[in-house]
């Protein structure tokens, strides 16, 4: 079974910086759309970043070999604060998709 396994979540102060980290195997990062979701309690996920996205304060990046995906977060605010999920869609041009389990970002004043 394909698991993605995020990490590297916790509560920080407003302003710092974070990066979440995303194990998975390098078949899915290779042909699989990669991307960062967020969500809080109530509400519909989100999507953070993706490889087409290229602004903001979110940036995510691949390293195949060391089959890792990583979302580098800064200056966060409390808005930020939600459970944050690895995501592989649509992998090898299909309908197919996997999810991790989440990690909690928690970001106070």
């Known amino acids: 079974a394909v698991e993605l396994v995020e990490s590297g979540g916790g509560s920080v102060e407003a302003g710092a910086s974070l990066t979440l980290s995303c194990t998975a195997p390098d078949y899915i990062l290779r042909y699989c759309e990669m991307g960062w979701y967020r969500q809080t309690p109530g509400k519909e996920r989100e999507l953070v970043s993706a490889?087409?996205?290229?602004?903001g304060r979110f940036t995510m990046s691949l390293h195949y070999e060391e089959k890792l995906m990583f979302l580098q977060m800064t200056t966060l605010t409390p808005a930020d604060t939600a459970r944050y999920y690895c995501a592989a869609e649509r992998c090898w041009r299909t309908a197919t998709s996997y999810w991790g389990q989440g990690t909690q970002v928690t970001v106070s004043l």
């Open positions: 490889s087409h996205i290229r602004e």
